[in-house]
């Protein structure tokens, strides 16, 4: 089948280390992207995502922020759906009781309480410095300015976690998309976006979504693999992944993505 687009997640997917594409990435992206359009599919902010974009040289191309909250052309914004500030005050009171710090972002900003290791393995993944400040303040802010979250990340110890993700569930899983990206990080988005709702919205058709091939390695790209015309796992990834992938390639550190674009996509 002849593709028209490559959708990819970055973190433990496309990117080979914590920060960065490989050369042999780049020059399996650089021989593919006249013929197809490659989209970048992530839950990081724009500006964690577009200095890749550059490196693979397709920073003419949309970019999926947010795990789809969030959808740039450019400078121009396609589409952008944010949590109510309600629901930001509600998981931050869960988030104080089980001395859970949290990370606020809305479009580049990005706010957190205190510095942290986590914090700074934030910055030095993904090129981005947030603003520390308390989060009530955070929640004043918004708002008056009328806005909520694109993204939330609750911090803390994989035993904090395990406590309170059933509790965001009960409450807040209807209102709220919940996953968790590591044992240590848990990830709120808006319940009515995900990656391939966004997929879908740079599509002319629903039959389109056959010639589009997706990549990804976590529970936040499932809906994405399953559902695409092809979708490929990375050997990294979740079992769960995998089990419903159509293919599953080498680990992101084995450049995983650019042995299968070698392989599979002859142009």
């Not at 400078?75 to 089980?98: C, G, N, P, W």
């Not at 979740?238 to 392989?263: P, Q």
């Amino acid at each position: 089948m002849k593709f028209q687009m490559l959708c990819s997640d970055l973190d433990g997917t496309l990117l080979s280390t914590k920060d960065d594409v490989s050369d042999f990435t780049i020059s399996e992206v650089s021989r593919i992207k006249e013929a197809m359009q490659i989209v970048l599919v992530s839950a990081r902010m724009p500006k964690s995502m577009t200095y890749l974009q550059e490196r693979l040289g397709i920073a003419h191309e949309p970019i999926i922020c947010y795990n789809g909250a969030l959808v740039l052309d450019g400078k121009k914004e396609l589409s952008s759906t944010f949590m109510d500030i309600e629901y930001v005050e509600k998981v931050y009171q869960l988030a104080e009781k089980h001395n859970i710090k949290l990370g606020l972002y809305y479009n580049d900003e990005w706010y957190v309480e205190i510095d942290s290791e986590r914090v700074q393995k934030e910055i030095n993944y993904t090129h981005a410095t947030p603003v520390f400040r308390n989060t009530k303040d955070t929640i004043k802010d918004w708002k008056q300015r009328e806005i909520g979250a694109h993204k939330i990340m609750l911090m803390g110890t994989k035993e904090d976690a395990d406590d309170i993700f059933p509790l965001l569930q009960k409450s807040l899983g209807l209102y709220l998309h919940l996953y968790r990206s590591n044992d240590t990080l848990i990830e709120v988005a808006p319940i009515s976006v995900s990656k391939l709702s966004a997929i879908k919205s740079l599509l002319p058709n629903k039959e389109a979504l056959q010639k589009v091939i997706a990549f990804g390695d976590n529970y936040n790209d499932m809906e994405m693999l399953k559902f695409a015309g092809s979708g490929v796992a990375v050997a990294n990834g979740r079992k769960e992944l995998k089990a419903i992938a159509n293919h599953v390639t080498l680990k992101n550190t084995e450049h995983g993505v650019a042995h299968f674009i070698k392989e599979h996509l002859v142009i």
